[in-house]
């Protein structure tokens, strides 16, 4: 049996055994990476109008304003189609509205742009992740994986995603590299724990838990 967690258990944190949402992001060790980092997106600049719109929709994202930041990004999107952070911008702000399935399609369209990019295959992922579609999100998150391999929480949600595969071996291999990269995610420990219990471990599962609230004790 799972215990409570003393994580956040509301749709913000992904350890959980409800489909998770875009993950709050956890500031990863810093260590050189493994294998090539294509993170980010190069391209051309926005003109002062639209970058100003921009700015403002990355400021009512942040606010939770959700569906003026929508609008926001729609905006610069309706200008720049092919602008790939307004599109990530309004994917986000869908999905924050738990508008799934117009999220995923803006997303899309991000990923055709820049199927190289790490960050567009998280987003992409956790959208996935959240619509219950596990498989797709997995193979998503492989992808961010491969491309950035100090993606810590690209680690987590694929590890999540495995677990709601009932693929606990898999899950547990990905999760260790989340804790490799993020000591102190208890986030990992916790679905590691879930993974353990599901292979039978429950002694294993029992420690993992209890690692999820002192993440330090496992360093």
């Known amino acids: ?28 060790a810093a260590r050189a990476p493994r294998r090539g980092s294509r993170s980010a997106v190069a391209e051309p600049p926005l003109d002062d109008a639209l970058a100003a719109k921009l700015e403002r929709a990355d400021t009512l994202a942040a606010a939770g304003s959700h569906a ?31 508008k799934f399935e117009a999220a995923e399609k803006e997303l899309r369209r991000a990923e055709k742009l820049a199927p190289d990019a790490a960050d567009v295959h ?22 961010a994986v491969e491309l ?15 677990n709601q595969m009932a693929e606990p071996d898999a899950a547990i291999q990905v999760l260790e590299e ?23 471990n429950h002694d294993r599962a029992a420690e993992m838990y209890r690692l999820s609230r002192d993440p330090a004790a496992g360093r």
Do not use: C, W
């Open 1 to 28: 049996m799972v215990p409570k967690t003393n994580e956040d258990d509301t749709p913000e944190s992904p350890a959980s055994e409800a489909p998770a949402p875009e993950p709050a992001a956890e500031k990863p």
């Open 68 to 98: 003026d930041a929508a609008e926001a990004f729609a905006s610069v999107v309706a200008v720049r189609p092919d602008h790939v952070r307004a599109l990530l911008g309004l994917g986000g702000a869908l999905a924050a509205q738990g």
């Open 122 to 143: 998280l987003q992409l992922g956790a959208t996935l992740y959240r619509r219950g579609n596990y498989a797709a999100a997995a193979v998503t998150l492989r992808r």
């Open 148 to 162: 950035d391999g100090e993606a810590a929480q690209a680690y987590l949600l694929l590890g999540e995603a495995l």
């Open 178 to 200: 989340a804790v490799r990269i993020q000591p102190e995610s208890s986030k990992a420990y916790y679905a590691m724990g879930i993974a353990y219990d599901r292979k039978g």
